[in-house]
């Protein structure tokens, strides 16, 4: 199920640019492609964290800004995933 914007940096961890999309969707798909299964396969990520709270977190600034500071690391269906304000999601698989 890889994703065509994301990465592959070594065997236990991928990178994943948002792009076009939110940083919950981007989670979503990259812990799909370093479980490589079909994103419908794994857990709601509401049972983690709220997703729109994630994508407010890195939403532009009131003056229309990109906010591009910051990282979250939190647990997800057995994988450490950090979210940057570049856009980039990191996971690593804990198995």
Known sequence: MND?????TSESA??????ERTPSEAVVLAVA?????????LPPLNDTLD???LDALFAETVAGRPRTGGRI???Y???????????????????
């Open 51 to 53: 997703p729109d709270a």
């Open 14 to 19: 991928w990178r994943h640019r948002t792009t």
């Open 4 to 8: 065509p914007d994301a990465t592959y």
């Open 33 to 41: 492609d370093a479980r490589n299964c079909d994103p419908v396969e």
């Open 73 to 75: 690391t939190f647990e």
């Open 77 to 95: 269906d057995d994988c450490t995933v950090a979210v940057f304000g570049s856009g980039e999601v990191l996971v690593k698989v804990d198995d």
